[in-house]
């Protein structure tokens, strides 16, 4: 059974920044691609970004490329969340998710695994 746990969230005024951290248990992070999704009050999950087993193809949303970076420390199993230049649209709980394969290329992977959410707040 692997757990995933994000932290770093908070609250943020316009235009900072945030690095979120998701530390996974289980011997597979190695091997597995990671995402992060995002979820506001009365809206659909969003897909922000994928990274494969070895950080080396990274895949982005429109409407966080250029802002925010995903990155991972295999040695840590963690997966990372860059953000910055944040808008107040960014506001929402963030989750990350390890993938069934060891790549990805966007959101119709297969997720297998879900943390628990970290909240963002960005204030105007």
């Known amino acids: 059974q692997v757990q995933l746990v994000e932290s770093g969230g908070g609250l943020v005024q316009a235009g900072g920044s945030l690095r979120l951290s998701c530390a996974a248990s289980?011997?597979?992070?190695?091997?597995?691609?990671m995402g992060w999704f995002r979820q506001a009050p009365g809206k659909e999950r969003e897909f922000l970004a994928s990274?494969?087993?070895?950080?080396?193809?990274?895949y982005y949303a429109d409407s966080v490329k250029g802002r925010f970076t995903i990155s991972r420390d295999n040695a840590k199993n963690t997966v990372y969340l860059q953000m910055n230049s944040l808008k107040p649209e960014d506001t929402a709980a963030y989750y990350c998710?390890?993938?069934?394969?060891?790549?990805?290329?966007?959101?119709?992977?297969?997720?297998?695994?879900w943390g628990q959410g970290t909240q963002v707040t960005v204030s105007s």
């Open positions: 998710a390890q993938g069934r394969g060891n790549s990805c290329s966007g959101p119709g992977c297969l997720w297998d695994y």
């Open positions: 990274i494969n087993w070895n950080g080396g193809t990274t």
């Open positions: 289980g011997r597979t992070f190695s091997f597995k691609a």
